[in-house]
């Protein structure tokens, strides 16, 4: 029988989410169902020795990067939010080394079901960005959260959405 591709789940934290890294983990842990408990930690302020324990204690596995190295990238344009300005920089995520399926997910989100077939997703599947209006149509497409995307990372995947990103007169809010 063949082996099944094993995703990499990843996230994306600075200390102003490390409650929600906390949280998410726990929920991760638990509720994730028959994948490998592993969980790779892009962060860009170191995380506590005391909150890695406490992360593992849960029964994860984690790997803990700094994300710089991947550049620390700026929004183009003034954000209307302190927190999109750290959100832009998730687009250091579309180039993570990594050969397969990437599946990332931002740590104000919890994990409440199985996440056992997340690798079969298409190339870029994301989330809708629902709320309490119906998402706003985009070149055709409706509008995306990027807090769930599954993807194969690619210096091309991220050329061109950074050249989206940095070229669009809409407003961006990663």
Same mark, same amino acid.
């Given at each position: 029988?063949?082996?099944?591709?094993?995703?990499?789940?990843?996230?994306?934290?600075?200390?102003?989410?490390?409650?929600? =890294?906390?949280?998410?983990?726990?929920?991760?842990?638990?509720?994730?169902?028959?994948?490998? +408990? *592993? %969980?790779? !930690? $892009? &962060?860009?302020?170191?995380?506590?020795?005391?909150?890695?324990?406490?992360?593992?204690?849960?029964?994860?596995?984690?790997?803990?990067?700094?994300?710089?190295?991947?550049?620390? =990238?700026?929004?183009?344009?003034?954000?209307?939010?302190?927190?999109?300005?750290?959100?832009? +920089? *998730? %687009?250091? !995520? $579309? &180039?993570?080394?990594?050969?397969?399926?990437?599946?990332?997910?931002?740590?104000?989100?919890?994990?409440?079901?199985?996440?056992?077939?997340?690798?079969?997703?298409?190339?870029?599947?994301?989330?809708?960005?629902?709320?309490?209006?119906?998402?706003?149509?985009?070149?055709?497409?409706?509008?995306?959260?990027?807090?769930?995307?599954?993807?194969?990372?690619?210096?091309?995947?991220?050329?061109?959405?950074?050249?989206?990103?940095?070229?669009?007169?809409?407003?961006?809010?990663?």
């Amino acid at each position: 029988m063949p082996s099944r591709e094993v995703p990499l789940f990843l996230t994306l934290v600075n200390r102003a989410y490390w409650p929600g =890294l906390l949280t998410f983990s726990y929920s991760l842990s638990v509720n994730a169902g028959a994948i490998p +408990k *592993k %969980l790779t !930690i $892009l &962060q860009e302020d170191p995380i506590p020795a005391r909150l890695k324990s406490r992360i593992e204690s849960f029964g994860l596995r984690c790997d803990y990067i700094n994300f710089k190295q991947f550049g620390d =990238l700026q929004s183009p344009v003034k954000q209307a939010q302190p927190r999109l300005e750290f959100a832009f +920089k *998730k %687009l250091s !995520i $579309l &180039q993570y080394p990594h050969q397969g399926t990437v599946c990332f997910i931002d740590v104000d989100m919890l994990c409440l079901n199985d996440m056992s077939g997340v690798e079969t997703m298409r190339h870029f599947s994301v989330a809708p960005d629902r709320g309490i209006r119906e998402p706003k149509i985009v070149n055709g497409y409706p509008a995306f959260n990027t807090g769930f995307v599954v993807y194969s990372p690619s210096r091309d995947l991220y050329n061109s959405v950074y050249k989206y990103a940095t070229t669009t007169d809409r407003p961006i809010h990663l």
